[in-house]
């Protein structure tokens, strides 16, 4: 199984800063086959980025993801409100699909 | 816009059998080239794959739950389903269900299950 580990477990920040969020893989992600997603209490995972840089529908630009083999950054330009949460990271190169631990983005 | 639903008991004693069921609208499950899924997402914790199946019926588990885990699909009702035998304390989660091409792309609101004596 490929385990991921994300660092860092917590990022503190104010709105409008940029925050950068890393995606360890204990083997290559095939085909760069790595998402990442939000999710706020009480709700849902939201997909926001697969293919490790193409951003889901309705998702805004200053999403953004790269990375290749084992690691992989998911990058937000400036922190919006409505942006703090957790985000995780997902592979689907191969079976099981595993997720990341998650970073929760907060407010400082 | 695929719509997932879950549905089924929020309590279990240990040792039951776990079983949900997950409702697709906005689409026939035919149409499409998903496969249906079960993820799961103890309290504070991350998130857990349980599973997929296929249109055609064939069915993907994580091997962690293997011996317990049985998902069904019924394309007829647009429903998909979810059993989890022999349950414990450490079964107690969300259980969410999605459609997946590889990533999730939709995602069910969750259900809470818990089990408890």
């Known amino acids: 199984e490929i385990v991921l580990t994300q660092s860092p477990g917590t990022l503190s920040l104010s709105p409008g800063e940029g925050a950068t969020l890393s995606c360890r893989a204990s083997?290559?992600?095939?085909?760069?086959?790595l998402a990442w997603y939000q999710q706020k209490p009480g709700q849902a995972p939201r997909l926001l980025i697969y293919g490790t840089s193409i951003r889901a529908t309705g998702i805004p630009d200053r999403f953004s993801g790269s990375g290749s083999g084992t690691d992989f950054t998911l990058t937000i330009s400036r922190l919006e409100p409505e942006d703090f949460g957790v985000y995780s990271c997902q592979q689907y190169g191969r079976t099981p699909r595993t997720f990341g631990q998650g970073t929760k983005v907060e407010v400082k | 816009q695929v719509q997932l639903l879950e549905s089924g008991p929020g309590l279990l004693k240990p040792s039951q059998t776990l079983s949900l069921m997950c409702t697709v609208s906005?689409?026939?499950?035919?149409?499409?080239?998903?496969?249906w899924s079960w993820i799961r997402q103890p309290a504070g914790k991350g998130l857990e794959w349980i599973g997929h199946i296929s249109n055609s019926g064939s069915a993907n588990y994580n091997p962690s739950l293997n011996s317990r885990v049985t998902i069904s699909v019924d394309t007829s009702k647009n429903q998909f389903s979810l059993n989890l035998s022999s349950v414990t304390a450490t079964d107690t989660a969300v259980y969410y269900c999605?459609?997946?091409?590889?990533?999730?792309?939709?995602w069910g609101q969750g259900t809470l299950v818990t089990v408890s004596s």
């Open positions: 999605a459609a997946a091409r590889g990533r999730f792309d939709y």
């Open positions: 083997q290559s992600v095939s085909s760069s086959y």
């Open positions: 906005g689409g026939s499950m035919s149409s499409g080239s998903y496969h």
